[in-house]
């Protein structure tokens, strides 16, 4: 069974940036896609991003595109989500999550990570 764990989360000021990550362990992870998502207080869970983590291509939401970035170090069954010129609407627990395909909707994803709060002041 894959576990997830993320981290890096934090406070942080508008226009800054922080790097999660997210650390999985049990298995290898071929024909997997890792997905990063978010959710703030009150609202549904969101799409970030995704990357296959094989082949490494990744797409992003429209709300994130051109400040986000998402990478993987195979090497360490390490997922990255690099986030720059930081929003305050982009506060929100952010969680990564795998599945079994290349899709954006939460309930393909079956194996999640606990979160981390991102909190971006202005």
């Known amino acids: 069974q894959v576990q997830l764990v993320e981290s890096g989360g934090g406070l942080v000021q508008a226009g800054g940036s922080l790097r999660l990550s997210c650390a999985a362990s049990?298995?290898?992870?071929?024909?997997?896609?890792m997905g990063w998502f978010r959710q703030a207080p009150g609202k549904e869970r969101e799409f970030v991003g995704m990357?296959?983590?094989?082949?490494?291509?990744?797409t992003y939401a429209d709300s994130v595109k051109g400040r986000f970035t998402i990478s993987r170090d195979r090497a360490e069954n390490t997922l990255y989500l690099q986030m720059n010129s930081l929003k305050p609407d982009d506060t929100a627990v952010y969680y990564c999550?795998?599945?079994?395909?290349?899709?954006?909707?939460?309930?393909?994803?079956?194996?999640w990570g606990q979160g981390t709060q991102v909190t971006v002041s202005s």
């Open positions: 999550a795998a599945s079994q395909r290349w899709a954006t909707g939460a309930n393909n994803y079956s194996i």
């Open positions: 049990g298995r290898t992870f071929n024909g997997i896609v």
């Open positions: 990357i296959d983590w094989i082949g490494g291509s990744t």
